[in-house]
């Protein structure tokens, strides 16, 4: 793909499987504004469809992914009360307008990490 463009996907590790069927919101900020750019799902491999941002349409700048984790953590029986987990924001800077971000999310029902994957 040429220009930048920025993926993700979401693992749960409590059950060893891709997450299916989690939202995923995409925020552009700049100067104290948040701007929506994308709202996805991710699909049985636990990747969106498409880039959250295209190729050749990632600007250098800050970002927010909002995972919607507690939604999908009912989903698999971790409980109808209140969650250790809810929504998980991860903020990240985007360097170079040409390169391919993927920012993965590995998640339980009690702890997640992400990483500057390929």
């Known amino acids: 793909m040429a220009g930048g463009y920025l993926t993700t996907h979401v693992l749960d590790t409590?059950?060893?499987q891709p997450a299916a069927g989690l939202a995923v919101?995409?925020?552009r900020l700049?100067?104290?504004t948040r701007q929506m750019l994308a709202?996805?799902?991710t699909n049985a491999d636990g990747?969106?469809?498409a880039p959250l941002i295209a190729p050749g349409k990632l600007a250098v700048g800050q970002y927010e992914l909002v995972f919607h984790?507690?939604?999908y953590l009912r989903?698999?029986?971790h409980g109808d009360g209140v969650l250790f987990l809810d929504e998980i924001p991860i903020r990240f800077g985007l360097a170079d307008?040409?390169?391919h971000y993927h920012v993965p999310l590995l998640l339980s029902p009690y702890g997640y990490s992400t990483y500057r994957g390929s």
Do not use: P
């Open 75 to 77: 989903a698999q029986g």
């Open 97 to 99: 307008g040409d390169a």
């Open 69 to 71: 984790a507690g939604d």
């Open 39 to 41: 709202q996805a799902r």
């Open 30 to 32: 700049e100067n104290g």
């Open 14 to 16: 409590a059950r060893g």
């Open 47 to 49: 990747r969106t469809v």
């Open 25 to 27: 919101d995409l925020w």
